[in-house]
């Protein structure tokens, strides 16, 4: 059974820096993709960052990049999220999610399995 638990998550001030960090277990995830995603209240769940292999270039959402670094350790089946320079529209419950590789697909949707979420709140 695929478990994913993620941690890291607070409260920082506008122009800090929080660490994500997401295990998961029940399986090699080491064809899989793994990632980020977020959702604000009144939002729908969107996209942040995923890479597919640990030796894969990450993809980053647009609103993110520069900002937020992505790492996996398929050693230790985990994925970071360095996020750095929060903004207070980064406010939101950060997902960690992993999918199966399948040749063609979209790195930024349809994801598998998912965590429980961590919440993360910049204030001003």
């Known amino acids: 059974q695929v478990q994913l638990v993620e941690s890291g998550g607070g409260l920082v001030q506008a122009g800090g820096s929080l660490r994500l960090s997401c295990a998961a277990s029940?399986?090699?995830?080491?064809?899989?993709?793994m990632g980020w995603f977020r959702q604000a209240p009144g939002k729908e769940r969107e996209f942040v960052a995923a890479?597919?292999?640990?030796?894969?270039?990450?993809d980053y959402a647009d609103p993110v990049k520069g900002r937020f670094t992505l790492s996996r350790d398929n050693a230790k089946n985990t994925v970071d999220l360095q996020m750095n320079s929060l903004k207070l529209e980064d406010t939101a419950v950060y997902y960690c999610?992993?999918?199966?590789?399948?040749?063609?697909?979209?790195?930024?949707?349809?994801?598998?399995?998912w965590g429980q979420g961590t919440q993360v709140t910049v204030s001003s």
């Open positions: 029940g399986r090699s995830f080491s064809s899989y993709a």
């Open positions: 890479v597919w292999g640990v030796d894969s270039t990450p």
């Open positions: 999610a992993v999918k199966r590789y399948t040749f063609g697909a979209p790195l930024r949707s349809r994801y598998d399995y």
